[in-house]
DNA sequence: GTCTATATTCAGATAGAC
DNA sequence: GTCTATCTGAATATAGAC
């Protein structure tokens, strides 16, 4: 099995690049090969000589752009202070980071995540598991640190919170995008903090968060 | 304009549940007309003599299905007593109910949600405004009666939420089908309530929440 | 490696019998 | 109102020239 020549990795990766906005916006079905082709600027004949279907192209496709998240993921939790709070902190930042940098992969990651009988399921699903299973470590070290409320419910609570976070960053980016990054993370913030009601017999922390960072 | 003979109606009501699932499974374009006549039990021609297209018959779909839904909505914030948050737990247990009743409809609108460019997405988006709307003006209303802080940012906020009730929804009715609906709707008001954290420095009462309702 | 041309399959939509 | 039969366009995938 030889190395890619740079010609072909480069042919590839447009095909990527004008492959993902299509799937995003339109869908893996209603996506022609041809389009994919006339967008990267190749003939559909390319298109099958690097790829031998359609299916196999979206299967690439997803492998390749997954790792940077799974990458940003292991990296917020791992070598970083602070108790479980700060760690689900930075697991949103990472999340918020990578929509905004990806959000052609990411709508079609939520696209496709919810149907199953469809060839590339397993692997979308893998991936979901995955994301909700670092968040769900976190909660689980919360806990044992006793940081995090005894009785929490894990499991339920990481897919929550996963949806928060990504659903919340698909919302900015679509129909807010004028809104500044920070400003999204303070919002996920709040909520992760529990400080959506006024800080009314407590101290006035709160306030300290606001420049947080 | 007559009214829809019972029997036509009745065919119709038939086409739209084989149409939902098929949909939800496998996309909209990935469905053909042919299977959802199948699976309704009739054939293709009767698809075609109730609806004029196969785009038609989708968006039929979706002003019947999400009408239950808005109406649920407005159940659950206008009649009741308690200030917001206890308005938000309401409306993430209406979300909850929805989604366990129609989780095929639900996954179909996330799934269709993203895709600009496609006939139906601004009915989509519309829903989504909807929804997210009313969240938005329960959180105004708790930050004008101080129940909330001043600077909560209700725009990305209720974007997060509805995002943590529906994706947590999901992620349930997919991936955790044995969990029973109390629990889900406990998980999501511990973070309602910025109950994540241990108890430590406060009283017990998150203890009598467990037994709420 | 990439192109053009083409075979083949298949889905959306219609016409007319019942 | 519903069926069967059929038309038509389009999309996947291949073959072979360059």
Redesign the pocket.
Known sequence: M?V??P??S???QRLYQAAVTLFAEQGV?A?????I?ERA??????????F?????LFEALLRDGIEPLTAALRRSVGAAPGGALAALERMADAGLAFVAEHPDLVRLLMAEQWRSSRPWHPTLVAVRRQVAGVVREVLEDGVKSGELRADLDVELTSGALVGMVVLGALDWRTFHPERRPAEVRRAMSVVLRGQLEAAAGRNEEGRDEEGRR
């Open positions: 030889t890619s020549s010609r072909r480069a042919t590839r079905s996506t022609s090969v041809e389009q082709a600027g190749v003939a559909k004949g390319t298109v099958y000589y690097n031998s279907s359609k299916t196999e």
